[in-house]
């Protein structure tokens, strides 16, 4: 979320004790069949709103999360009010980029598109059927976990669409998940895994390097080399990162795979954009940055959204407009985003069939909880994810 628009995030769910007898997640996906109607596979976001009616409703979500964005004991005051004041605001903001936001057009069409392959490259667990399911926006994690139930399906893999792990995005996806799957699941029908993070996957890393060498190759040979690459993630409140949320090490590990990846041929840095409200974000924000080096003479900088999967509001406002046209130099540019990338396709089918494959619900860092939380939330939510049931 940018000072002027909202924030991004993602999530991860969980299985019953039946998964882990033998080979786990390994012999229940490769015995799947019909009785259990093939796998589902859940793409996990923030989400956006796709028509401008559908902004306050996005952002009265949004201001509400306490995982997302912490607004102190208040919260559920504070957020309605800063909702209905920056509801006029930010939709005129959709309506400059399209009307709304295409986050949920192109995550139907990842999901889609790589259940598709994941049918040839893993047939054992086929039909794999994909779903989206989002925080703030249609289609609502509620509505897509009763629409899982209704399809009857028993198998599902949550597929956080944050590359980077962070409580306040991923674990907010997995709070509301774990809270929906006890409200509406108690007994564990479906059977959950999750693929909570891939920070420096191959096809991720390979990807954002082509798209920025395509780029690159827009500014003249003679000062390509010494373009500056401003790698772009959303930003966190300090109070999140001094709590000892992974986020920001994770997303510095991706920048060095893709700097490794184009051979530290230019400058590069890390900064961070969207922030709200006056409390400390981590910083530097991206468009001081820009100002910064643009008064220092600095002005050919290539921007690279590298904590989204696709386009939204944070890089088609907040990026091409308040930053690189509002800034009316041509060497400013920005990297395409992941959005329909083939290549970003195959990656997540890739991901998901490794998952597939394994005998692990998530990433062993899913389990292990923030030095500094005291959320009684999060505890359960973990406990619910290692073990696939909910306490009596």
């Avoid at 800063?82 to 139907?108: F, L, N």
Wanted: charged share 20%; aromatic share 8%.
């Amino acid at each position: 979320m940018s000072l002027r628009t909202p924030l991004r995030l993602a999530a991860r769910p969980a299985l019953s004790p039946s998964f882990f007898t033998s080979r786990a997640l390994a012999t229940a996906s490769t015995n799947t069949t019909a009785d259990s109607n093939g796998t589902a596979i859940v793409l996990l976001n923030m989400g956006g709103p796709s028509t401008v009616p559908e902004v306050h409703g996005f952002l009265s979500r949004l201001f509400a999360d306490g995982d997302l964005i912490p607004l102190g004991p208040l919260q559920k005051y504070l957020g309605p009010l800063i909702a209905r004041r920056r509801t006029p605001q930010i939709e005129k903001q959709y309506a400059v980029i399209g009307g709304g936001s295409p986050i949920r057009k192109w995550s139907e069409y990842q999901a889609a598109e790589a259940c598709k392959l994941l049918d040839k490259m893993h047939p054992a667990t086929a039909p794999h059927k994909p779903y989206v399911a989002f925080r703030y926006a249609a289609p609502l994690t509620e509505d897509t976990f009763l629409q899982l139930q209704k399809d009857g399906i028993k198998r599902a893999v949550a597929f956080t669409q944050y590359p980077q792990y962070s409580c306040s995005t991923t674990g907010s996806s997995l709070n509301e998940l774990w809270r929906l799957s006890k409200k509406f699941d108690k007994e564990g029908s479906i059977e959950w895994s999750v693929i909570d993070r891939w920070p420096t996957h191959p096809g991720l890393v390979e990807v954002f390097a082509r798209h920025v060498e395509e780029k690159l190759q827009e500014y003249p040979e003679d000062v390509r080399d010494s373009v500056v690459l401003l790698f772009s993630a959303h930003s966190l409140p300090m109070s999140v990162v001094n709590r000892g949320d992974p986020y920001p090490q994770e997303v510095a590990a991706t920048v060095h795979a893709v700097m490794t990846k184009l051979g530290f041929k230019n400058p590069y840095r890390l900064v961070w954009q969207s922030q709200v409200g006056p409390s400390p974000w981590l910083g530097a924000q991206t468009s001081k940055t820009v100002e910064s080096y643009v008064k220092k003479g600095q002005t050919n900088l290539l921007l690279i959204p590298i904590a989204f999967t696709s386009d939204h509001i944070e890089t088609l406002h907040e990026l091409d407009l308040e930053i690189i046209h509002e800034s009316g130099c041509e060497g400013i540019k920005r990297a395409e985003s992941l959005n329909g990338d083939p290549g970003f396709i195959q990656a997540l089918a890739d991901i998901a069939k490794a998952h597939l494959e394994g005998d692990k619900r998530s990433s062993k860092q899913m389990s292990l909880r923030c030095p500094m939380c005291v959320s009684e939330k999060c505890e359960q939510q973990k406990k619910f994810f290692a073990t696939g049931k909910h306490p009596e």
